[in-house]
């Protein structure tokens, strides 16, 4: 008894002494500076001035938030943050979803696709953007190179540079954002993987059983993804919503490097990155990183309020 | 509701087939309608995905009049392969090229360092919260979770601010701690999902043969996690020398220090590189993640996923 006892009490230290070095590391890169960015959001603090300043100001004020508030800009960039993040994840999870079921049974090669299509996820950001903007590139992009051979277009399209342009639809001149449909387009190539892969592991997990019961009672192939697989997705489908909505949220290498934030895409990211590099104001930044983190605080609560209860029923 | 559908809908399907056609039944039709998608959804899939990179290597070794003058040629005939980009792009700066063989030195300084101390500091932790009950251990599982989601541009102000307090900023070990404070996290709840798998009888005979705690881990759960630590420094590896943000904070007015994602993205920006010499540089960075990802994409997908399974 009593030597079960010291067991677990020399357990417990051997625990402690192990994962202290991890601990003091997350605690003093991550932990702290997060607590400091809230000090900073309310100190007038600029990069010129830092040299001079202590690292905790006294002073304190409001200034930093009622600027981000009333910068020009602000609620735009808001909205485009809103719009980037819904429909970044929502496609990517909708294509990673088509490409799991399409690989789901095995063919010849099957692995070598599967390896092809996380690719995209894998690849360097920079790389990545690189090849895109030159694909697409007005002038010796080979898209739109093919796209005024094959397709007719009247003009070369500046993908990432032009922030709308008229497309006739059904006889109607319809204004679509040129540039945020390309960066969104580019985010569900790039993160589709991600929900590939999930999707796939969940699909292997399906037992067999219960589609060949369903085939038996003689249920189409639709019949049988709308009422036994996907049923069976959908925690998975709800878990991959949120990890992708809170990294586009605050993704910010992708936008930089596509449109530095131009032509309409400038999402709150890039302005906290603005803030801090071009302008040089700290407490500016760090009050535009605060706002950014609230809301997608709020955003993230509200969705586990209104869908968490409901997966634990099925 | 829906189970109604699913009992009646089959059935009334039956009723009303003819008999004397059973080819253009539902369930027929949508069998061959997706048999035939299928192949042709894989081959979109393909085509996707691998053709950036194909557009990569051909740009690489084409000539700049030759890409703008025919800009939508997707083949290169042997006799045009010109290989000059690259030495053009690897030669040194004062040698009138782009010195991405620096930024090769940097880079892989950066994410070796990388991997080699986030192991280091990994390893215990995840055995520790795997298998040894001490005071928080839930508490800090939760923690390293959080710091998992933690966007990174918000911890891009204060870090940036205190490196350049201290005087780090500009230096390949500042940014060589942030990326460790980064992954360590991750990289511990990878671990510690293969530390969970090894059955602990193992552990416990080795403990009965009189081996002590430090004993048993060095001897018997090292040896046996080898694969996932394998895994996890190669995906460590990839996260170092792919990182862009803290790169792009710390180094760019540095540049001896570049990395190479930093320094291709600086030099994308400038007219004078023609872009056949970049994406000879764009080729650079992405072949060691490709040849690290396939020769890795079991070991690494089997960890990324590992997680979810469970869930």
């Keep these: 008894m009593t030597d079960r006892g010291s067991l677990k009490r020399s357990d417990a230290r051997a625990g402690l002494a192990l994962i202290s070095p991890t601990l003091i590391i997350v605690v003093f890169m991550v932990v702290l500076p997060i607590l400091w960015t809230v000090v900073l959001a309310f100190q007038p603090l600029s990069l010129l001035t830092l040299a001079v300043s202590g690292l905790f100001g006294t002073d304190f004020t409001l200034d930093n938030f009622e600027t981000v508030v009333t910068e020009p800009g602000f609620v735009g960039s808001l909205a485009t943050t809103l719009v980037y993040s819904v429909l970044g994840s929502a496609s990517a999870i909708g294509v990673g979803l088509v490409a799991a079921l399409t690989v789901r049974r095995p063919f010849r090669g099957r692995t070598l696709v599967r390896a092809a299509m996380l690719l995209p ?83 292997q997990a399906v037992p067999a059983s219960l589609e060949e019961a369903a085939r038996v009672d003689g249920a189409t192939p639709t019949q049988r993804f709308r009422y036994v697989l996907l049923p069976q997705l959908l925690p998975t489908i709800a878990v ?14 992708d936008i930089y490097l596509l449109t530095g934030g131009g032509a309409g895409t400038e999402v709150v990211s890039v302005r906290v990155y603005d803030f801090l590099t071009a302008r040089g104001d700290i407490g500016l930044a760090s009050a535009q990183a605060l706002v950014l983190a609230a809301i997608l605080a709020v955003l993230v609560g509200v969705y586990l309020r209104r869908f968490a209860p409901q997966e634990e029923k099925t | 509701m829906t189970a109604t559908d699913v009992r009646e809908r089959p059935g009334d399907e039956r009723s009303r087939r003819p008999p004397t ?22 081959a979109g899939f393909l085509l996707v995905t691998l053709f950036p990179f194909y557009y ?39 040698s009138g090229g782009q010195g991405f063989l620096d930024f090769m030195r940097n880079s892989a300084l950066v994410a070796f360092g990388t991997v080699l101390l986030t192991l280091l500091v990994a390893l215990p932790g995840a055995y520790a919260v795997s298998r040894l009950e001490f005071f928080g251990r839930r508490q800090i599982s939760v923690l390293f979770l959080a710091v998992y989601l933690f966007p990174s541009i918000l911890l891009a102000v204060p870090l940036f601010v205190f490196f350049t307090k201290v005087g780090l900023r500009g230096s390949l070990i500042g940014l060589l701690i942030v990326y460790v404070s980064q992954i360590v996290a991750v990289s511990i709840y990878m671990l510690r999902n293969y530390f969970d798998t090894i059955p602990e009888s193992l552990e416990e005979s080795a403990a009965l043969d009189g081996c002590s705690r430090l004993g048993v881990m060095w001897r018997i759960s090292l040896p046996l996690a080898m694969p996932a630590i394998v895994a996890n420094g190669l ?15 710390f180094l760019v007015e540095e540049r001896e220090q570049w990395t ?20 000879a540089g764009s080729v650079i960075l992405t072949v060691p993640i490709i040849v690290i990802f396939f020769a890795s994409e079991r070991l690494l997908t089997e960890g990324l996923t590992a997680g979810a399974e469970k869930g």
């Design chain 1, 121 to 203: 996820y894998v690849a360097p950001v920079v790389a990545a953007t690189f090849v895109w903007r030159t694909m697409l590139d007005p002038q010796f992009g080979f898209v739109n190179h093919w796209g005024s051979r094959v397709l007719g277009w009247d003009e070369p399209i500046a993908f990432f540079t032009q922030q709308s342009s008229e497309v006739t639809l059904l006889g109607l001149d319809v204004s679509v954002p040129t540039a945020l449909l390309s960066v969104i387009a580019f985010e569900a190539w790039r993160s589709f993987p991600f929900a590939f892969l999930f999707l796939m592991a969940r699909l």
């Design chain 1, 240 to 253: 991959l919503s949120i990890l992708r909505f809170i990294w586009t949220f605050n993704s910010f290498d």
């Design chain 2, 21 to 42: 056609n059973p080819k253009w039944t539902r369930d027929a039709v949508e069998n061959r309608v997706f048999g035939v998608l299928r192949w042709v959804l894989i």
């Design chain 2, 56 to 94: 990569m290597g051909l740009l690489s070794v084409r000539s700049l009049d030759a890409v703008i003058q025919d800009p939508g040629a997707l083949w290169v005939s042997p006799s045009e392969v010109e290989l000059d980009t690259y030495s053009s792009v690897l030669t040194s700066e004062e």
């Design chain 2, 235 to 249: 995906f460590v590896f990839m996260i170092a020398w792919n990182e862009f943000l803290f790169a792009l904070l």
């Design chain 2, 260 to 279: 190479v994602s930093l320094g291709l993205s600086q030099l994308a920006g400038s007219i004078e590189i023609p872009t056949t010499v970049l994406m």
